[in-house]
Nanobody, 130 residues
Framework: QLQLVESGGGLVQPGGSLRLSCTAS????????IVWFRQAPGKEREGVSC????????NYADSVKGRFTVSRDSAKKTAHLEMAGLRPDDTAVYYC???????????????????????WGQGTQVTVSS
């Protein structure tokens, strides 16, 4: 069974940092781009960051540029989202999703239909509050 499992969420004060992880089981991440999304209560899903299958291409939503950094470790079948300078409006459930054969992260990736992604994680809650 193909699975992605997110971890690393939690409660953090404004200005703080968190590191989210997205770990694959049942398949290798080598041939998949990884896209991070988030969804806050009452809001639409928002694309946050993308990293291509070989790690050579990344993309970020304007709202997180300069604060978030995406990376991947193929040996560990894991992708990471380093979040710094967190703000209350970053509060959301964060999801990772795998898209097959994605060697370049265009801005369009955030508008792709959910069905275009091969695997979705279950989400991890990030709450930024004092």
């Amino acid at each position: 069974q193909l699975q992605l499992v997110e971890s690393g969420g939690g409660l953090v004060q404004p200005g703080g940092s968190l590191r989210l992880s997205c770990t694959a089981s049942g398949f290798t991440l080598d041939y998949y781009g990884i896209v991070w999304f988030r969804q806050a209560p009452g809001k639409e899903r928002e694309g946050v960051s993308c990293i291509s299958s070989n790690g050579g291409s990344t993309n970020y939503a304007d709202s997180v540029k300069g604060r978030f950094t995406v990376s991947r470790d193929s040996a560990k079948k894991t992708a990471h989202l380093e979040m710094a300078g967190l703000r209350p409006d970053d509060t959301a459930v964060y999801y990772c999703a795998a898209i097959q054969g994605y060697s370049f992260c265009s801005g369009y990736v955030f508008q792709r239909s959910p069905t275009e992604f091969s695997v979705w994680g279950q989400g991890t809650q990030v709450t930024v509050s004092s």
